[in-house]
């Protein structure tokens, strides 16, 4: 079956410190991986996608690459801002059907 | 474009009571989506639409029931609330699939209370 395992938070960092989020799939066939982000008291919004092994989504100096071999697409960024708080949570789609989520990782960002 | 909206924001109920989460969608999307959030447990499907006239069932459908009667419209309907039900709802749409990458959008969301 599909499923979607992330690292559980929170995570806490300091401002301008290196991010990863660790991110792994369990999927049939070849599905698309998205990272959505949810700021507090919103509904999520995507953050980026990639639709085949080896892509790398990036955007808002967020970066994830489609790992076949390892089944991951672990999300990165270089720099971490306050205003990059939110809960993000990684997703998997397998042809028509709806994405299958993971737990969600809350992140904190500390001036 | 206002996108995907929700009402209401928030409710209280007691259990036993009966309400409708209405949602709406101006994209003209062919799919809807319900999901609720949860605590630890991400977010799970309840009901989607691949058009009007047609709903299946998602991976937590017990308890809700939902139509599409417009492109437009996909109400969420508890018809007598739990407590186990007490969770975030949102409403999510996107286009037809074409590859399985198109991008959901979601509603701000439903924050329901059972007593």
């Known amino acids: 079956g599909n499923s979607v395992t992330q690292m559980e938070g929170p995570v806490t960092l300091s401002e301008e410190a290196f991010l990863t989020i660790n991110c792994t799939y369990t999927a049939t066939g070849y599905p698309s991986l998205f990272w959505y982000v949810q700021y507090p008291g919103e509904g999520l919004q995507l953050l980026l996608k990639a639709t085949k092994a080896d892509d790398k989504g990036s955007n808002k100096g967020f970066e994830a690459t489609y790992r076949k071999e390892t089944t991951s697409f672990h999300l990165e960024k270089g720099s971490v801002q306050v205003s990059d708080s939110a809960v993000y949570f990684c997703?998997?789609?397998?042809?028509?059907?709806?994405?299958?989520f993971g737990t969600g990782t809350r992140l904190t960002v500390i001036p | 474009n206002a996108g995907v909206t929700q009402t209401p924001k928030f409710q209280v109920l007691k259990t036993g009571q009966s309400m409708t989460l209405q949602c709406a969608q101006d994209m003209n999307h062919e799919y809807m989506s319900w999901y609720r959030q949860d605590p630890g447990m991400g977010l799970r499907l309840i009901h989607y639409s691949v058009g009007a006239g047609i709903t299946d069932q998602g991976e937590v459908p017990n308890g809700y029931n939902v139509s599409r009667s417009t492109t437009e419209d996909f109400p969420l309907r508890l018809l007598s609330a739990a407590p186990s039900q007490t969770s975030v709802y949102f409403c999510?749409?996107?286009?037809?699939?074409?590859?399985?990458?198109?991008?959901?959008?979601f509603g701000p969301g439903t924050r329901l209370l059972v007593l």
């Open positions: 999510a749409s996107r286009e037809v699939p074409s590859g399985g990458a198109e991008t959901q959008y």
């Open positions: 997703a998997l789609s397998a042809g028509a059907n709806n994405l299958f």
